[in-house]
């Protein structure tokens, strides 16, 4: 049913006047957006989002799950991406591709993101010319038709179209370990590499690929901002299998092996649950690991009176304290490790952007050039594929 007129005409032209309404006017303000606009539009918010925006959303999940979401919404004619930058670049691309432009008569869905500051600290680590530069460089020491370019989901469109043009892959935290090997060949119809440089997280290669047999010796790293060669020896870049990417999450960099011993000590019996984007001392010493999604299933599935101290963003770790109960949850860092770039999107911006799309004047849209998200969409198709 439509929603009833707002009583009060809402200010369109920027955010400041929506940061002085309380969250209730804003929530009610965007629900009744919600309730004009039906299916036409579809929420979508990553885990780590604050709860008020979190309780908005139509579907939750992690990056993997949302990609997923997107690519499979049909009659929507918006995306509000409750998310980072590079996530709604994803949905753009996704959303809109070929098939599914030609399923709707060829109208595109509009993907926005509230705040078009949210990016990522880590997916800012690697430019798209930086890693141009690597590969040429790359190309003088080594066979570069057999290197294959894995790129982590937290970067920007122009490097998923680089790995979709040089025959690599986009992966999630969730599916690393199966793009890797597909990358090595196990099911890419024996094209398979020699060895993967993977980018921009140096974390979640490295922690996937030591899962995987891989030593640290065989996995130099390239720092961008060395002259040459990444500041590696051409004897190390030859005897690679797989070349890491100097990027990191500012978030996850904070948990430190000194904490999971410190639980370890004062809490016997506790589990100690961490995401693939921590150090590799954290995660070699945590006893489970896994994705956003993979850490709340975790979590939902162990029996009452369990105990966990969980490294991963405070948000989620905080909503799984609220919706267990039964169970004792313990965020892993005595300091406050946070995604400031989520936190960003705020029921200010949400209610800005859904009044300004139900008003015919969208904003904040994220839209991929269609040469970028081509190729995108074949290294993000082979991403879905495995898993
Ligand atoms: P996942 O959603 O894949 O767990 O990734 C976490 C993250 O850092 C999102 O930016
Ligand atoms: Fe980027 Fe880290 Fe924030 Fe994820 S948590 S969006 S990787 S900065």
Redesign the pocket.
């Known amino acids: 049913m439509p929603a009833a007129p707002l009583a009060v005409q809402p200010p369109l032209d920027g955010v400041k006047p929506y940061k002085s309404l309380s969250n209730e006017e804003l929530h009610a303000r965007i629900q009744a957006v919600r309730d004009e606009l039906g299916p036409k539009l579809l929420i979508l918010g990553?885990?780590?989002q604050q709860d008020e925006v979190i309780e908005l959303a139509d579907l939750r999940?992690?990056?993997?799950q949302?990609s997923q979401m997107a690519a499979d919404s049909s009659d929507c004619r918006m995306i509000a991406f409750c998310?980072?930058h590079f996530?709604a670049e994803t949905a753009d691309i996704l959303a809109n591709r070929p098939e599914k432009l030609a399923e709707r008569g060829g109208r595109r869905v509009t993907v926005t993101l509230p705040d078009l500051a949210a990016g990522?600290s880590?997916a800012d680590m690697a430019a798209i010319d930086q890693i141009e530069d690597a590969w040429d460089q790359l190309s003088e020491v080594i066979d570069t038709t057999r290197l294959i370019p894995v790129t982590y989901?937290?970067s920007a469109a122009s490097l998923k179209a680089f790995v979709g043009r040089h025959g690599g892959i986009v992966c999630?935290?969730?599916n690393a370990k199966a793009a890797i090997e597909w990358a090595f060949n196990k099911s890419n119809g024996g094209k398979g590499g020699d060895r993967v440089m993977f980018f921009p997280d140096q974390h979640l290669g490295r922690n996937t690929a030591m899962g995987m047999g891989i030593v640290n010796e065989l996995m130099p790293v390239w720092n961008p901002h060395e002259q040459e060669l990444g500041g590696n020896t051409e004897e190390a870049i030859t005897a690679s299998k797989v070349i890491l990417w100097r990027g990191h999450?500012s978030?996850?960099q904070m948990f430190k092996a000194e904490h999971v011993e410190l639980f370890r000590k004062n809490h016997p019996g506790i589990q100690i649950l961490v995401?693939p984007?921590c150090p590799q001392e954290v995660f070699e010493l945590a006893d489970q690991s896994g994705?956003?999604?993979?850490?709340i299933k975790a979590v939902r599935e162990a029996p009452a009176g369990s105990k966990w101290a969980i490294g991963?963003?405070l948000h989620l770790v905080n909503r799984l304290k609220q919706e267990h109960p039964e169970q004792e949850v313990h965020f892993l860092s005595p300091v406050v490790c946070m995604?400031a770039t989520?936190y960003r999107i705020d029921l200010a911006h949400l209610c800005w952007t859904l009044e300004n799309f139900a008003a015919g004047t969208p904003i904040n849209v994220i839209e991929v050039d269609e040469e970028t998200a081509r190729w995108s969409l074949v290294a993000l198709e082979r991403m879905l594929e495995v898993k």
């Open positions: 990553h885990h780590y999940g992690d990056s993997y949302l998310g980072v996530m990522c880590m989901i937290n999630t935290s969730s999450c978030v996850h995401h984007e994705s956003t999604g993979a850490i991963t963003e995604c989520m």
